[in-house]
């Protein structure tokens, strides 16, 4: 599963949160440093992908990193700020 964004809210960084307004519907959205480095990376990579940058980056047990991970792509994608994409498998490879 690769997580996207699913709108391209206007971005500002203020200290070390990260502010996402929806143009649309005008809703402000405020994201912590760790929310918004994960949200930063949902650009199509899985969240195994995202969980393991994460603890090289920061030395955390990647068992940790994938749970943060999961609660971060699952509270973005009921912001809809995000979605999650399946792989389709054509002849038994994944494209």
Do not use: F
């Not at 690769?2 to 206007?10: E, G, Y």
């Not at 199509?44 to 940790?64: K, N, T």
């Amino acid at each position: 599963m690769k997580l996207l964004h699913r709108v391209r809210p206007v971005a500002q960084v203020v200290g070390d949160e990260l502010l996402l307004l929806e143009q649309g519907s005008g809703k402000l959205h405020r994201l912590n440093a760790t929310a918004a480095w994960i949200y930063e990376r949902c650009d199509g990579r899985s969240a195994a992908a995202i969980a393991a940058e994460l603890s090289c980056c920061y030395e955390v047990d990647e068992s940790v990193a994938l749970r943060d991970v999961h609660d971060a792509a699952v509270r973005l994608t009921q912001l809809g700020l995000i979605g999650m994409a399946y792989a389709e498998i054509a002849d038994g490879q994944v494209v």
